[in-house]
Every structure is written in C-alpha cells, then in structure tokens.
C-alpha cells in the first residue's frame, strides 16, 4: 500500500552532491589475526582478508517518497591485494543488510552488495615514507531498498556498473605499517532503476534468483555529469611476525542519480578484516 506525505523541506541534489556524506558514527571492532610473515608493506606481497562490515546507511527514493530513511547495518567483506613492481592489483567485495525507518517511525530495510577491480601504478615515492598511485577501477553495485508500510509489493533499487579513475596515497610510518586513502570516482558506465510504471503486480520479493535480473533490468548508460557516485576509503594495515594481522578501513560512500526520478543513497562503513598471505 502507497502512503502520502508532505516532503521533507531539503533539496535532495543539494543535499547529496553539496552536503556529502554527513552524520558519521564512528565504530570500532579490533579483530585478531593469523600470524604473518616478516616481509614489510613496501615489498611485493600478495594479501587476502575476510572479515566483518558495520555501517550507517541513508537513503532517499523520490520514485516513492520524498523522505530520508537510515539504520545501521552489518555485513561481510573480503579484499585482496597483490604487489608487483609498481603496479598494484586489488580486489574486494562486500554483502551487508541495514534495517531503515523514518522520521515518521515507519520501516523498511536495505540490502548493499557490491565487488570492484582496481589496478594502481606507483607513479611517485617519497624515499621509505610513502606513495603515489594512479590507475583505475571497475565495479559493481546493487542498492534495493524496501518501504513495508508504503510499498510493499515492490522494491526501489539503484544498480551501477562503473568505470572510475582512482587515486591512492600510501605512507610508511614503519616498514610493517602502512596508512592509504584511496579516492574511487566514476565517469562511465551503466545505471539501473526501476520504471515509473510497473508492470508485473508484484515484485519476487521471496525468489531471490529472479530478482537478480530485475535489479539490473533497462540498464542505461551514463556519462560525468549524471551519475555521482564517490568512494573514499581509509585504511590501516598492520603486519607483525610475532602477533596479529589485521587490515582496518573506513570506507564512505555516496551515490546520487536523477532518473527516473532522483535519488540518494549514503554509506558509512567500518571493516575489520583478519588478513594473511606472503
């Protein structure tokens, strides 16, 4: 069933493009870790990490509603990352579920999944201390939304397959630690939405193999001045011959697209990832 109601008084371009990501909560959750060797960051590695994603999601779906909705959320991650020379290849992944309400108390819940491929060239170091990397990335994600007291035969989702230029600054306060920012910005790439009209009565809410291809359905291809979809990710690693390995990260996201109708979606996330490798 489809409420009314009056919509909420901000901007919603205004406020996803110019306010950014906005109510942060900070979390943290230490993880042990399995023993690593005594290679340090600077040098070829191959690394593989698994572990666990707490997050804030907000989201807006003018489709629906003109209303912000927001939960915590948790999930599982895994990254990996392989040291060459100076390229860099690195992978990673992500399923997380967030309950949602509004500020009407009316709930609904979000799914977030997503995977990305990133090759970064070492295109500057600074002696022992650090680097400059640049190359690019591809990647994917999903963002259904469900409303259960305004919607719910249907969902509300926002799909990307995108191509984004990436920069990363790395830096070595001691050879077995390592502090990175790496900033994700697509430019191209292809977008899914739901229609204005449906037209199926109800969505496979309960077969999750056919809403997979639903939630990629009409793809439509974008340029720069459409999509806006950053990720910044900051990361701590830490490798002890004699103690634990972990990798930790805070990742802040957010997506914004105008058709059919627009939308917004915020995630800020922190990962605690057990990671071993050589």
Known sequence: ??????????????????????GSVVLLLISSGL?????????????????????VVRGRDDLLIPMVWQGPGM?????????????????????????????LG?????????????????????GDAGMLGFGGMVGWQTEPMWFAQWDDSYLYWVTTLTLAPSIQVAWLPSPDRELGVILD????????????????????LDRPFEMLPLLHQDLRWFGPSELVSPTLTVSYRMQNPSGPSWRLALELGSTYYPYPAPTWHERIGFLSEVRFGR
């Open 106 to 126: 009316h709930l609904g819940a979000a799914l977030n999944a997503g995977a990305r491929y990133r090759q970064l060239y070492e295109v500057a170091t600074f």
């Open 185 to 204: 910005w697509p430019v191209f790439g292809g977008v899914s939405r739901p229609p204005r009209e449906r037209t199926r009565k109800i969505d496979p």
């Open 35 to 55: 023993p690593a060797s005594a290679q340090t960051l600077d040098q070829d590695h191959t690394w593989l990490s698994g572990g666990v994603a707490l997050s």
């Open 1 to 22: 069933m489809i409420g009314t109601v009056e919509p909420e008084g901000e901007d919603m371009a205004g406020f996803s493009v110019k306010r950014g990501i906005t």
């Open 75 to 103: 999930g599982l991650s895994f990254s990996f990352e392989r040291k060459d020379g100076i390229l860099r290849r690195q992978a990673g992944g992500q399923l997380g579920l967030a309950p949602l309400w509004n500020r």
